[in-house]
């Protein structure tokens, strides 16, 4: 079983790029990967490679690792009151890291994580220092978490779904947060989701992910305004729409996501594609350049990749001939 193949990624400073996909799609174990945190049972490729910076990740001694997770590429997990530690203070889950990666002495680093509770908008911070886990709410433990990701001030943040487990208010305060954050600090950020709507406001570029691998990347606004390849349509024809009369049936998309122990032959989404022809039952389309051989569009626009043998080929990306 592959449950990721054949993903290419790249990431510029300042950039932000988001992850999409229905659950089970490989969106988490592609980025535990990159974190080397997959589970004791995955094996990576030995031909696959994390390069950043000009460094193989995936090659780091495990002294070398210690010192470069934290203060290079960090992570917010997907459930802050699993990922943080429930017999140690917040204190100290801000503390240690600080010491291990900075060099602080204890008050320093006392000193700088109330700094970072106060960046993450914690009211009273040194209070909070003191406090578990468990007499947080789920937005402050997501708070709580983001900091500890940020206390070494990293290159990379990779945030796996870090609004899945809060409410709605919640969700855009967290999103908001990051994104500021982000900014102030022009840190590269990859952020995980399942839903459109997260990543259409915060991110610059967008891959959608089926079955283990991107069907589409590409710029978020013109991915989302004219997606080329159907399983992105459909996602977006299933996001509830206020504009629609009441009791609308929402748009679904038919059939389940191929087992990964049996991956059908051809494309994996013509099982369930309403676009489907002879040759996707056959042949399993790599990404490719929607702008190969086009004299329409300009260089510096960005690459718009699908993995389809029939696209929907977005006006923008059409030659004059096409268009006509």
């Known amino acids: 079983m592959t449950p990721v193949d054949g993903v290419d990624i790249s990431l510029r400073r300042g950039e932000t790029i988001g992850i999409v996909g229905e659950s089970g799609s490989g969106k988490s174990m592609l980025v535990r990967s990159i974190m080397g945190i997959a589970p004791t049972t995955a094996r990576v490729d030995p031909a696959s490679t994390v390069r950043f910076d000009g460094r193989d990740v995936l090659a780091l001694s495990q002294r070398e690792a210690q010192k470069f997770w934290g203060r290079e590429i ?8 699993t990922s943080l530690n429930p017999i140690r203070t917040i204190g100290r889950q801000i503390i240690d890291p ?12 006392a000193d700088r994580a109330v700094e970072l509770l106060e960046r ?30 940020l206390s070494c001030s990293p290159k990379l943040l990779i945030a796996d779904e870090p609004t899945t487990a809060l409410d709605v208010t919640v969700q855009h305060e967290i999103l908001d947060l990051l994104h500021g954050l982000q900014a102030d600090g022009d840190m590269a950020m990859i952020l995980v989701s399942h839903d459109l709507a997260v990543v259409s406001q915060h991110t610059d570029r ?21 997606p080329a390849h159907p399983y992105t349509g459909a996602l977006l024809d299933s996001i509830p ?12 998309i038919e059939g389940r996501p191929p087992n990964l122990r049996e991956m059908p032959p051809g494309c994996r989404f013509a099982p369930r594609c ?29 690459v718009h990749r699908v993995g389809c043998l029939h696209p929907t080929v977005p006006a923008h990306h059409r030659t004059s001939s096409e268009a006509s």
């Open 74 to 81: 960090a992570m917010v997990f997907q459930d802050p009151l």
């Open 98 to 109: 600080l010491r291990h990666h900075l060099g602080l002495s204890r008050r320093e680093a």
């Open 120 to 149: 993450v908008r914690i009211p009273s911070p040194r209070n909070r220092l003191s406090e578990y886990p468990h007499q947080l709410s789920g937005g402050m433990r997501q708070r709580v978490g983001i900091a500890i990701a």
């Open 206 to 226: 967008i891959g959608v992910m089926y079955a283990g691998r991107f069907l589409e990347v590409g710029d978020t606004r013109a991915l989302l305004d004219e």
């Open 241 to 252: 729409r206020p504009d629609l009369p009441p009791h609308t049936r929402l748009t679904v």
């Open 274 to 302: 309403p676009r489907v022809a002879d040759d996707c039952l056959v042949v399993d389309p790599p990404l490719e350049d929607l702008a190969a051989g086009s004299t329409a569009l300009p260089t510096e626009t960005v």
